[in-house]
């Protein structure tokens, strides 16, 4: 559903704004505190999470798969190959990084799972943060080339 009216919500608030606000809710949800009951919750603990995550997706994915094929074709497979790395590269250090962070190839508790969260928070929020500056420069450069 976002996937498909990710332009028409590009055109109304701009290209970064509702991926990283999507994105930085689904990387804060699991820290407000609806993951730490005692008994499983997934309608409360989960869902909410993972349907933000879906549309973080939708508004993130769909665009980048539209620029990539609006390149000219002797740069279409290269574009193509740029993205689909990168993509496959956030994965494996994702991957990697919940490893790290849990350790042992032992049975774990949700509890266990706090410090995954947590530190998929940081690195959402770290993301959000690099994104909104590096498009402010780009904004900036792209106004003072059209100005001079």
């Given at each position: 559903m976002?996937?498909v009216?990710?332009?028409?919500?590009?055109?109304?608030?701009?290209?970064?704004?509702?991926a990283m606000?999507?994105r930085?809710?689904?990387?804060s949800w699991?820290a407000?505190?609806s993951?730490?009951r005692a008994?499983?919750?997934?309608p409360?603990?989960f869902?909410?999470?993972?349907i933000?995550?879906?549309?973080?997706?939708?508004?993130t994915q769909?665009p980048?798969?539209?620029?990539?094929g609006?390149l000219?074709?002797?740069?279409a497979?290269t574009g193509s190959?740029?993205l689909n790395?990168?993509r496959?590269?956030?994965?494996a250090?994702?991957?990697?990084?919940?490893?790290v962070?849990?350790?042992t190839?032992a049975a774990?508790?949700v509890?266990?799972?706090?410090?995954v969260?947590?530190?998929?928070?940081?690195a959402?929020?770290i993301a959000?943060?690099?994104?909104a500056?590096?498009?402010?420069?780009?904004?900036?450069?792209?106004s003072?080339?059209?100005?001079?």
């Amino acid at each position: 559903m976002f996937a498909v009216n990710a332009g028409r919500i590009r055109a109304r608030f701009g290209r970064l704004l509702p991926a990283m606000a999507a994105r930085c809710a689904w990387r804060s949800w699991p820290a407000t505190g609806s993951v730490h009951r005692a008994a499983p919750d997934y309608p409360a603990a989960f869902l909410p999470g993972l349907i933000i995550g879906g549309m973080s997706a939708g508004l993130t994915q769909a665009p980048l798969f539209a620029a990539a094929g609006t390149l000219p074709p002797d740069r279409a497979t290269t574009g193509s190959a740029v993205l689909n790395m990168a993509r496959q590269v956030g994965s494996a250090i994702g991957v990697s990084a919940v490893v790290v962070i849990l350790g042992t190839g032992a049975a774990h508790t949700v509890a266990d799972f706090h410090h995954v969260w947590a530190a998929e928070a940081v690195a959402g929020l770290i993301a959000c943060l690099a994104v909104a500056v590096t498009a402010r420069q780009a904004r900036d450069l792209a106004s003072r080339r059209a100005g001079s």
